[in-house]
């Protein structure tokens, strides 16, 4: 198995809603991302988890909260969000976070809909 | 703070012909790796190639292929034999020696009958 996978695909909420998006892999990889991406925009860091750490840009507000239940799985909590909110959310995985830690693997996305 | 540059937002190519498109990046690290991720609609991204800073020996991937020079910190992809299928957009990514990335804006390929 060499894919990380991502539930729900899409995702309409309101600014009231509390949701989560899942994030899988099954490789053994020992570090986990996530991204935020905006239309026609590269994606932008927001979470680093490797060997229960987690590294967070500091730009990155509250309102978005990972956790990481074991390690092959990487969950976002989204609460009170905003608008400017909904964009494509990515996850991606790779071996180690050393390093020579090498390529990123990427799951499919969640589009994400702030109403 | 690392930065990566791809200074064209579109390229256009005909099928089978050659497409370069290229990528500056900053850094004062000595160990770290570029890559070329293609994003087609689907929006999955997709690693096309990847290149170790310590290997002088340029990258190559069936038809595709990298011109990386360090000294000049730039890391430009060729694109041979275009086909319809190469239509997407390309993200130029630095990824340093902790494996955390920074992305480049993207250059649209356009792929022509």
């Known amino acids: 198995d060499t894919e990380v996978t991502q539930t729900p695909k899409h995702l309409v909420m309101g600014m009231t809603n509390k949701k989560s998006l899942k994030c899988e892999q099954h490789m053994g990889h020992r570090a986990m991302y996530w991204y935020k991406q905006k239309a026609k925009k590269p994606p932008e860091l927001m979470f680093v988890y490797s060997y229960e750490k987690l590294s967070i840009n500091e730009s990155v507000p509250s309102r978005f909260s990972p956790e990481c239940p074991n390690s092959s799985l990487l969950n976002l909590h989204l609460h009170a969000l905003q608008p400017e909110d909904s964009a494509l959310y990515l996850c991606?995985?790779?071996?180690?976070?050393?390093?020579?830690?090498?390529?990123?693997?990427f799951g499919p996305g969640t589009r994400l809909t702030v109403l | 703070a690392q930065t990566v540059t791809q200074s064209q937002p579109e390229m256009s190519v005909q099928e089978a012909e050659t497409v370069t498109l290229s990528c500056t990046y900053d850094t004062s690290e000595s160990d770290y790796y570029l890559f070329w991720y293609k994003q087609p609609p689907s929006r999955q991204m997709i690693l096309v190639i990847r290149?170790?800073?310590?290997?002088?020996q340029n990258a190559t991937e069936n038809r595709f292929s990298v011109n990386f020079q360090k000294a000049a910190k730039s890391f430009s992809l060729k694109i041979s034999d275009s086909q319809l299928g190469d239509a997407a957009m390309y993200f130029c990514?630095?990824?340093?020696?902790?494996?955390?990335?920074?992305f480049g804006a993207g250059t649209q390929v356009v792929v022509t009958p």
């Open positions: 991606a995985s790779s071996p180690r976070l050393e390093p020579h830690a090498g390529k990123q693997f």
């Open positions: 990514a630095y990824g340093d020696s902790w494996g955390k990335f920074q």
């Open positions: 290149q170790e800073a310590y290997k002088q």
